[in-house]
């Protein structure tokens, strides 16, 4: 009998292991972007970024949670947050969207025509928590 019950207990215990496990493995990671943007230039950045950044986004596989306008430090700011399968898909998918051809002619175009669109970004890549109460945003 206790044969038994240490043998389901092993069992038991690597399938829950292997469930947590991959769960983690599987668990999205996010990537918030902020943008510091020339109040002169805010209009038109919006409107390039909805017209045409949204669509070859979408080409590539981006997923695009939520998206922002913000002033801080006396900044003019655009916020947008990613969620992703994994960082290669992340990696993967900015290299074929900034290798573009039709990203790289509408950020040539749009630059030559209103001078700066931004004046920093920042990057950052967010791993969740095993306590986090949102786990997917993913469909």
Request: proline fraction near 2%; charged fraction near 30%; charge should be neutral.
């Amino acid at each position: 009998m206790k044969q038994i019950f240490i043998v389901l207990l092993i069992i038991f215990g690597n399938s829950v292991f292997g469930q947590v496990l991959s769960q983690k493995e599987s668990s999205p990671i996010h990537q918030l972007r902020i943008y510091e943007i020339p109040k002169e230039n805010k209009q038109v950045f919006l409107d390039r970024f909805r017209d045409h950044a949204l669509r070859i986004m979408k080409k590539y596989g981006f997923t695009i949670v939520s998206i922002w306008e913000s002033e801080y430090n006396e900044k003019t700011e655009f916020v947008y947050l990613l969620e992703w399968k994994d960082e290669n898909t992340m990696k993967m998918a900015w290299e074929r969207f900034m290798a573009d051809e039709e990203w790289k002619e509408i950020k040539a175009r749009t630059a030559k025509q209103y001078g700066n669109f931004v004046n920093e970004i920042e990057d950052r890549t967010l791993k969740l928590t095993d306590f986090s109460p949102e786990k997917r945003l993913l469909k």
